[in-house]
Each structure stands twice: as structure tokens, then as C-alpha cells.
């Protein structure tokens, strides 16, 4: 595909360049969350991932990756909103002048639209993060449920067929590696899925 002005292709100057690699980076809502945002502290950080930590606590990897996205983007929520207000003051007192200068509002207010729309793209990003991390614990539950269900049948299992061998004189330790196999290859019939209500 060709370039549709051929003729621009950058900054060629030492300083142009530097400036060029700061355009990303001038109001830091969409630089790398995992590096302290500007003005955040360590205690900041480790405030919002305490908080977090504390509330979906799990020894899982899969948690602890998804606890580190929902982390970073409540971290950028926090950095925006402050942005936001920040960026309303100054429009506010801008407008309240004696001699309100037309240029600089524009520039604040195209400024101001420009931050809140960071602030929802952050926003919808932590919804997404956290609606997978309760889905993900929704899933570990089950699969915990399952176990549990799968334990309790094997038990039960055990009982029965130790009750079947006392009856008929047989020491039921002598063929316990029967019983095992008998336990993991007898496996419970599957829960019927419910049909969905239409």
C-alpha cells in the first residue's frame, strides 16, 4: 500500500525524534501499567494488589494472572479519573476568567474529551477483568464440587463392597487392590445438563 503523503516521513532532527518518542507518554494514560503510573507510589501499588489479593485469595497461577490485569487496570481507573478531574478544574477555571483566552479553552476541552475517553476504554477493560476472574472462580468451584461429589462416591463405594465381602466371609483386605480398581473404574453416571428455559 503507498503512503498517501510520501513526502512526510517523521522527525529527522535529534531533538524532533526525542519529542516524537514522548507522544505516548505525555499524560500517561495509556503507558505500561505494570511500571508505577506518575505520581503512584510502591505503597500505592501495594495497596490496590492487597486489596485484591484479599478478595479473590487463591494459591492458583491462573488467579494470581488475572488478580495482576484486574489489578492494573483498576490502577489505571484510579490514574484517569484523577486525570479527568484534574483536566475539569482547569477548563472550569479557565472559563471563569476575567478574559477568557478561546485557544487555550479549546485546548483544554479537546484535552479534557481526550482523558475521558481513556477513562472509559480503562474502565471497560477492568469490567472485562473482572468479570474473568469471577468466571474463572466460578469454574474452580465446580471443579472443586465435582471432586468433592467424586471423593464422597468412592467412599461410599469402598463401604459398600467392604459390607458385600464381611457378608460373605471374605477378608476384604486381602483383595483391597480389587476394591481400587473396582473404585476408578466405576465411575458415576453424568448429571444430566439442564435445558435452557426458552
Known amino acids: 500500500m503507498q503512503r498517501e503523503n510520501p513526502g512526510k516521513t517523521g522527525p529527522n532532527t535529534p531533538g524532533g ?3 516524537s518518542s514522548k507522544n505516548a507518554t505525555t ?8 511500571k508505577l503510573l506518575p505520581g503512584e507510589t510502591p505503597e500505592d501499588y501495594n495497596m490496590v494488589w492487597n486489596t485484591w489479593a484479599a478478595e479473590y ?9 488475572l ?17 479527568v478531574i484534574n483536566a475539569q478544574i482547569a477548563l472550569a477555571e479557565a472559563e471563569n ?8 479553552l479549546e485546548r483544554l476541552n479537546k484535552d479534557l474529551h481526550n482523558k475521558l475517553r481513556y477513562k472509559t476504554q480503562h ?8 468479570r474473568s476472574i469471577e468466571q474463572f472462580g466460578q469454574r474452580r468451584v465446580k471443579e472443586d464440587i465435582a471432586a468433592q461429589r467424586l471423593a464422597m462416591y468412592e467412599h461410599k463405594t ?7 465381602f464381611k457378608k460373605h466371609g471374605i477378608d476384604y483386605e486381602v483383595v483391597l487392590p480389587l476394591i481400587n480398581s473396582l473404585i476408578y473404574r ?3 453416571k453424568p448429571e444430566k445438563e439442564k435445558q435452557p428455559i426458552s
Open 97 to 104: 476568567e476575567s478574559d477568557p483566552d478561546p485557544a487555550r
Open 158 to 164: 469402598t463401604c459398600l463392597v467392604i459390607a458385600h
Open 57 to 65: 485469595d487463591s494459591e492458583s497461577p491462573g488467579t494470581t494472572r
Open 186 to 188: 466405576v465411575q458415576p
Open 17 to 19: 525524534k526525542e519529542n
Open 27 to 34: 499524560h500517561g494514560l495509556c503507558g505500561n501499567p505494570s
Open 67 to 83: 488478580l495482576e490485569f484486574l489489578v492494573n487496570d483498576d490502577r489505571l481507573v484510579r490514574f484517569s479519573t484523577t486525570a
Open 123 to 130: 474502565e471497560r477493560s477492568f469490567q472485562r477483568s473482572l
